[in-house]
């Protein structure tokens, strides 16, 4: 190739002799950012290619069959590029430079993704900040939380990560947050009996094909699917699965999600569950929203309770807010090709996003825990039940006024008492001083529905709200529709409104009635279209009829 052509000193884009000159420049811009492999990824050992001792290696790839070639593929690089192999090129030792078609990624690419960050750090000495921390074994590295707070904003080193989390073991050494990535049925249960069976907590997310559309199977639409752990990630690579499984989940692994007494945390995480359900069959259950949690902690440390509700906020807030760290948005990465093996940013993209979910909930937990008054803690998702909330309590210990005869410092003092406390009050939402004490039947009710719930090992259809109404209405007996309707709500509920959620539950979960009551308190205020024959309560009014037992 010519030599650049220069004309005192300097580049020239148009030669009289050559015409326009395209020339490399050794500034060009990276495409991708830069990524410092030795924090993610675990080199296999000499040999074989496989690690046989996986305790203190982050990344345990799943796949026996290909586990030698994704090894290679995944082997650390060096700091100054990140050699991927093309899927065509053998499987190589670590060792040996390896073969065939390759991608280097520069590192100096962090000139391009500082464009896709919009807050960067606050100014000033970045250890003022404590890094968060739980009550869990595996916790942020200090060292690790502060150089990312120090570290310039935007550039890949300045990112929350999973692999910032850490824990010395017995023996003293550091352990760090260990990744399964699964990508066959039988690998999935083994991993989820061995490492995910018996946790109490566990976050959630999913990943799907981003054109998928209703009608595309459930490959495409449930297409990766992460649950973690405080020390681990299992990334379920159900797209992955052999061809011709009937059932793409795992008996454990349909365990867990299916289990109550296990919660499921992520944000959004209903839709996720939703999904589920509808593609694979699976009824989620003991599913956690953590804005739910976010909120009530948030709000209620800031005496605001009227703004907790339950609209969602986004993973990447809670994340900056709580953690003290931006989390890497990756929209390139989100919307990539989520049927094909994972690459290595996909895989810690998606393990970051679904461990960020147990962080925060313990983190947020542990928040919860230390303010006073301590709210109870959000119910699970599926049960329909309000977020619990603290009343505001301002009440002055005691009562301060004029006394006749009494000093001019005094009197000023007792002035500026009530100016500061009226001041003070004047800053709270006009609540009342104390919490309004709940009616204990509806207390009770709601108990009942929520131990039916988790007592039913299949769907429950009818919604909690229709659970409360029949509860109060069967468990008290001097309480007709009309008085049910009063004791919920003020304004009351319209009857009607109470008739048929009382009927909506005997009719779709066959639950106990006195014959005796119904008739005369239930069915007299119902539509007289409502107990023809082949409509929905038509069976219920006729077994009336045909018994005099109490059922």
Known sequence: MARPLRVAGEKRLWCPKLGIRFSTSSNSVPLYPPLDMPRFVQTASEGNGIRSDFRNDPFDYCANAVMEQDLATLATPSHDAITQQSKNSAPTNPQTPPQGPTTTIHRESEKLLGTEISKPHPEGDPAIVEAPSTPLSFNISPSLFHAARAAKAGSFESFWSHTMYQRISDQGAIEKVKVHYCTSKHTTEQVCRKHFLGEAVLGLDLEWFPYAS??????????????????????????????????????????????PNVSKVGVHIQGDCTRLKKYLDVQVRGI????????????????????????????????????????????????????????????????????????????????????????????????????PVVGTESKPEEETGHLPGGSSSSSSSSSSFRSELETELLAFPPIPAKPPVRDARILAA?????????SKTSAVSAPPTSLRAYFVWHNNLDLNPEAVAQLLRDPPLKTNTVVSYILDVIVSEKMAYDRGRLESEVLPLLDQRAVQVGSRYGALVRSCERTDEVT
Request: hydrophobic letters at 40%; proline letters at 6%.
């Open 214 to 259: 209703r009608s595309s199977g459930p490959r495409d639409n449930v297409s990766l699917i992460q649950i973690a752990s405080p020390g681990r990630i299992g990334l379920f690579h159900v797209a992955m699965f052999a061809e011709g499984e009937d059932d793409l989940v795992a008996p454990t692994l349909r365990t867990i999600l299916e289990d």
């Open 288 to 387: 956690f929203e953590l804005s739910h949690l976010y909120k009530q902690v948030k709000y209620t440390a800031a005496k605001t309770p009227k703004l907790i509700n339950k609209v969602a906020v986004a993973l990447s807030t809670q994340v900056h807010d709580i953690l003290k760290l931006p989390l890497f948005k990756g929209d390139v990465v989100r919307s990539s090709n989520w049927m094909k093996r994972l690459y290595y940013k996909q895989v810690l993209y998606s393990a970051s996003d679904a461990y960020a979910g147990i962080q925060l909930y313990h983190v947020l937990d542990a928040k919860r825990k230390r303010l006073n008054p301590c709210p109870s803690k959000p119910h699970h998702a599926e049960l329909g039940l309000p977020i």
């Open 446 to 454: 709601e108990k009942k529905a929520i131990e039916y719930r988790k």
